[in-house]
Nanobody, 125 residues
Framework: VQLQASGGGLVQAGGSLRLSCAAS????????IGWFRQAPGKEREGVSC??????????TDSAKGRGRFTISRDNAKNTVHLQMDNLSLEDTAVYYC?????????????????WGQGTLVTVSS
């Protein structure tokens, strides 16, 4: 499966962005999806994950705070979204989506087999 992340851009603190992860080459029905990010000078870290049927989701503490991020998927459109609200400067990073060819998500990035190219999110003050 090939993944294409999009939706990044420049936004002011407190603003919102909606990231999308579009898949091609295979249906996403059997893949758990994770969103990860890498800030400048830092290691890649997890953000949120969703099971293949959308029934289970996971958020890191940073993403979960005040309900800031929401992950969802539309298997009919082979797409996974990450709605990000109330963005802060600390959210500036390249965001990657990744697929794991099992129904259950994993919080470790090492469990994901397929990666998109990343989309840059820049939050300004």
């Amino acid at each position: 499966v090939q993944l294409q992340a999009s939706g990044g851009g420049l936004v002011q603190a407190g603003g919102s962005l909606r990231l999308s992860c579009a898949a091609s080459g295979s249906t996403l029905d059997y893949y758990a999806i994770g969103w990860f990010r890498q800030a400048p000078g830092k290691e890649r870290e997890g953000v949120s994950c969703i099971s293949s049927n959308g029934g289970s989701t996971y958020y890191t503490d940073s993403a979960k705070g005040r309900g800031r991020f929401t992950i969802s998927r539309d298997n009919a459109k082979n797409t996974v979204h990450l709605q990000m609200d109330n963005l802060s400067l600390e959210d500036t990073a390249v965001y990657y989506c990744a697929a794991k060819n099992t129904p259950d998500y994993a919080t470790s990035m090492h469990m994901y087999n397929f990666w998109g190219q990343g989309t840059l999110v820049t939050v300004s003050s």
